[in-house]
């Protein structure tokens, strides 16, 4: 009797019937390194985007749930101080959650750890390209992009970010 394989382009589903390796549930940290730089960089900005798009793109490149937890991580101070979350308690840090078969786990959570911990390196705000495209697709939301800025090609548009190599359409948002 002859094994049939799965084609490559199953996915890590596979099929039904047909042993996988088992999915198992992994949750990493990073710490946010807010006590290193206190008051001179926005992380959680940073990692947020505009409405949300950049957390967005790095959890569909990497296909894992990516979190903000910790002090600082709700925007709305006075809703902060009414809601105890508590995760409130501890210091600002990053959770990334994966669920795949235990094979391919480890190389997802890595994904998301590295394209995580480059965005947790702060930069000179003069050579920040990162968050220069993020202020050009902030622009372009709101309908305030002035094309004339000779520091910002049209080459550079938030569909060539750096971690979205995959040709990855950008994430959707309410207009």
């Not at 004339?148 to 309410?174: D, I, L, V, Y």
Request: aromatic share 6%.
């Amino acid at each position: 009797m002859a094994h049939f394989q799965a084609p490559p382009s199953m996915g890590w589903q596979g099929l039904p019937g047909i042993p996988t390796a088992p999915v198992v549930k992994r949750v990493i940290r990073l710490d946010v390194p807010v006590d290193k730089y206190p008051n001179q960089f926005n992380f959680v900005g940073r990692i947020l985007g505009p409405r949300g798009n950049s957390l967005k793109r790095v959890e569909a490149m990497t296909e894992c749930t990516v979190f903000i937890r910790g002090q600082s991580s709700v925007k709305d101070s006075l809703k902060e101080g009414k809601i105890r979350y508590e995760h409130l308690n501890e210091p600002l840090h990053v959770l990334g959650e994966a669920e795949f078969p235990e094979d391919i786990i480890n190389s997802r959570l890595d994904h998301a750890v590295a394209i995580l911990e480059n965005l947790l390196k702060p930069v000179d705000e003069s050579l920040d390209h990162y968050k220069k495209q993020q202020l050009r697709e902030f622009a372009t939301l709101n309908g305030t992009l002035r094309e004339e800025s000779p520091s910002m090609s049209p080459s550079m548009s938030p569909s060539m970010w750096p971690f979205n190599s995959a040709g990855m359409k950008r994430a959707k948002t309410r207009r």
